[in-house]
T-cell receptor, first 113, second 114 residues
């Protein structure tokens, strides 16, 4: 069966520090991969998605970047965190079909202080 | 503008009771509509996915309905349990020509109490 792992679960970082969140998927090959951010009381916001190794699409200009160094690995990064980067970050994967559901990781709660 | 509106924003019900959550959308063109359940501090989990031609879909005690003409969907929970306490998120997918873009509602927070 397919599983998705996302870490760390919580993170407290000072303003200006770098960020690296990692997500890996097991049990499937060539998944579509996504990074979302969830703000309280608002819908999930798509940050990045990838349909293959090295292929990254950015949805919203951010202080963030994403990379896909391996087929089932997706990394969210920042060189210098801002206070506004605080939030709940979710990694997800899906199959290729338009009806394929999203499978989410358990998220990372990031607090920038 | 493509939007998904959910109501109510929050809801409290007694264990064993039924409830219905609403979702109205303006996403066009429409590809499919999804309902997710999100426990506090966890990632959302898929409950149902419905295409244009499907009016009703069930997953255990969860039944989703879709009226593509009025662009409305509902999620009905039967015989609620304490474990149903969660946020329920409605998501609408735009057509393939729009990259199957997903538009998320803000969710309905359900609390089931004993």
């Amino acid at each position: 069966s397919q599983t998705i792992h996302q870490w760390p679960a919580t993170l407290v970082q000072p303003v200006g520090s770098p960020l690296s969140l990692e997500c890996t998927v097991e049990g499937t090959s060539n998944p579509n991969l996504y990074w979302y951010r969830q703000a309280a009381g608002r819908g999930l916001q798509l940050l990045f998605y990838s349909v293959g190794i090295g292929q990254i699409s950015s949805e919203v200009p951010q202080n963030l970047s994403a990379s896909r160094p391996q087929d089932r690995q997706f990394i969210l990064s920042s060189k210098k965190l801002l206070l506004s980067d605080s939030g709940f970050y979710l990694c997800a994967w899906s199959g290729d079909s338009y009806n394929s559901p999203l499978h989410f990781g358990n998220g990372t709660r990031l607090t920038v202080t | 503008k493509n939007q998904v509106e959910q109501s109510p924003q929050s809801l409290i019900i007694l264990e064993g009771k039924n409830c219905t959550l609403q979702c109205n959308y303006t996403v066009s063109p429409f590809s499919n509509l999804r309902w997710y359940k999100q426990d506090t501090g966890r990632g959302p989990v898929s409950l149902t996915i419905m295409t244009f031609s499907e009016n009703t879909k069930s997953n255990g005690r969860y039944t989703a309905t879709l009226d593509a003409d009025t662009k409305q969907s509902s999620l009905h929970i039967t015989a609620s349990q304490l474990s149903d306490s969660a946020s329920y998120i409605c998501v609408v997918s735009a057509g393939r020509e729009y990259g199957n873009k997903l538009v998320f509602g803000a969710g309905t927070i359900l609390r089931v109490k004993s």
